[in-house]
């Protein structure tokens, strides 16, 4: 029971650590084109062998509006709030 509040701003901590980090999409985008071009330009496609270099952008794509790793946490502290709740009731309802 000592170790509830801990834990809580443990993991409000790092959601919020992990909310601020930067994460660039574009040095990940560059990474993948380098990978792609280093290897063939042929990739099978579902519509048959096509060549990368006259593959276009999809439009409209977009970056999420959080990092996976703040809606982990959350989950992460849902579940912590939750398995509290139901043992404190557990151990109310034995007394």
């Known amino acids: 029971m000592r ?3 801990p834990l809580f701003l443990l993991i409000v901590g790092v959601g919020f650590l992990a909310a601020e980090l930067p994460l660039d999409q574009r040095s990940l985008a560059d990474a ?4 792609v071009e280093i290897s063939s330009d042929w990739r099978r496609t579902d519509a048959g062998w096509r060549r990368v270099s006259t593959w276009t952008e999809p439009s409209g794509v977009e970056s999420p509006a959080l990092h996976p790793a703040v809606v982990a946490s959350f989950q992460v502290l849902l579940v912590l709030t939750v398995s509290l709740a ?3 009731g557990k151990t109310r309802g034995e007394n």
Request: glycine share 0%; aromatic share 0%.
């Open 3 to 5: 170790l509830i509040v």
């Open 32 to 35: 993948n084109r380098q990978v």
């Open 86 to 88: 139901l043992d404190m």
